[in-house]
């Protein structure tokens, strides 16, 4: 653990991680898809959207035991979140 506002920080064998993963949040919004239906009596179309849903706000979290804080959250990419899980199996579970 480090505090980076003083740098304090100490170190803890693999026991003291519980369990890890990854959490995200899913992203609701509309997007223009094209031309949708012709509008009658007109030469005009109207526009066409459609819901798209995507995932943003990766963290990753881990379980720890300590029981003043025993969860600690990493804001990171999609990628990044993945390849530390990966990363702690290996580790952890050999």
Same mark, same amino acid.
């Given at each position: 653990?480090?505090?980076?506002?003083?740098?304090?920080?100490?170190?803890?064998?693999?026991?003291?991680?519980?369990?890890?993963?990854?959490?995200?949040?899913?992203?609701?919004?509309? !997007?223009?898809?094209?031309?949708? $239906?012709? %509008?009658?009596?007109?030469? @005009? #179309?109207?526009? +066409?959207?459609?819901?798209?849903?995507?995932?943003?706000?990766?963290?990753?979290v881990l !379980?720890?035991?300590?029981?003043? $804080?025993? %969860?600690?959250?990493?804001? @990171? #990419?999609?990628? +990044?979140?993945?390849?530390?899980?990966?990363?702690?199996?290996?580790?952890?579970?050999?």
């Amino acid at each position: 653990m480090c505090n980076s506002s003083t740098g304090d920080f100490q170190i803890y064998e693999l026991s003291y991680l519980l369990s890890w993963n990854y959490e995200w949040r899913n992203v609701d919004s509309m !997007e223009f898809s094209g031309r949708g $239906n012709r %509008i009658q009596g007109t030469n @005009m #179309s109207a526009p +066409a959207f459609e819901r798209v849903q995507r995932r943003q706000g990766f963290t990753l979290v881990l !379980e720890v035991a300590d029981e003043n $804080n025993p %969860i600690l959250k990493f804001s @990171m #990419s999609e990628r +990044a979140a993945k390849v530390w899980c990966a990363k702690l199996n290996a580790i952890v579970n050999g």
